[in-house]
């Protein structure tokens, strides 16, 4: 059931991220969504957990942008391993790791970004647009990432635990009918 919550917090966050986030000025330049989902799975789960949502969140990103096929999975694959590599090296405690590997992680996905359109585009140039949404990403990045990986850690403690409490319950029921049952045939 946890592939569940996945999917469930996947889909949310690609339609938030294409179609409510694009008409609201004040996200303009807020950074992936699902690569936030990334670097949650990256810090709390395991891989063999986390590696199949992450080749389908790309799938599915690459499949709704007009980007080279395979950049998201690229990204997402590399934006994996970098920030779990991150986090081992590292090591930091305290609020200031959160937020740290957030920006880290919208940092290394912009990067791959910038060189996959400079190898693509050899006339590419840095602008200073550029320059501020970069900028502007890691300040959201600093300010909201370190809410969502907790809210997705929450949620995720949440969900298995009432996933649980249904299994019990459902276990309990069926237990229980089938200790009557026995009941019923020995009178």
């Given at each position: 059931m946890t592939y569940g919550f996945y999917l469930g917090v996947s889909c949310c966050l690609i339609i938030l991220q294409t179609t409510i986030m694009p008409h609201l000025p004040l996200f303009k330049n807020f950074y992936d969504l699902p690569a936030l989902f990334i670097i949650y799975l990256s810090l709390y789960r395991p891989a063999r957990e986390s590696l199949p949502v992450v080749i389908f969140l790309g799938f599915i990103m690459d499949s709704l942008s007009s980007t080279p096929f395979m950049l998201y999975i690229t990204a997402y694959f590399w934006l994996?391993?970098?920030?779990?590599?991150?986090?081992?090296?590292?090591?930091?405690?305290?609020?200031?790791?959160?937020?740290?590997?957030?920006t880290s992680g919208v940092l290394i996905?912009?990067?791959?970004?910038?060189?996959?359109?400079?190898?693509?585009?050899?006339?590419?140039?840095?602008?200073?647009?550029?320059?501020?949404?970069?900028?502007?990403?890691?300040?959201?990045?600093?300010?909201t990432g370190s809410l969502f990986l907790v809210s997705f850690d929450y949620c995720h403690r949440g969900w298995n635990l009432i996933i649980k409490q249904y299994i019990i319950q459902k276990q309990g029921v069926s237990k229980n009918d089938s200790f009557v049952k026995s009941k019923k045939t020995t009178f």
């Open positions: 994996f391993f970098s920030v779990r590599g991150i986090a081992k090296i590292l090591r930091l405690e305290g609020s200031f790791r959160l937020p740290f590997i957030v996905e912009n990067l791959i970004f910038i060189g996959t359109v400079f190898i693509l585009d050899s006339g590419f140039r840095f602008s200073i647009a550029v320059v501020r949404s970069i900028a502007v990403q890691s300040l959201w990045a600093i300010c």
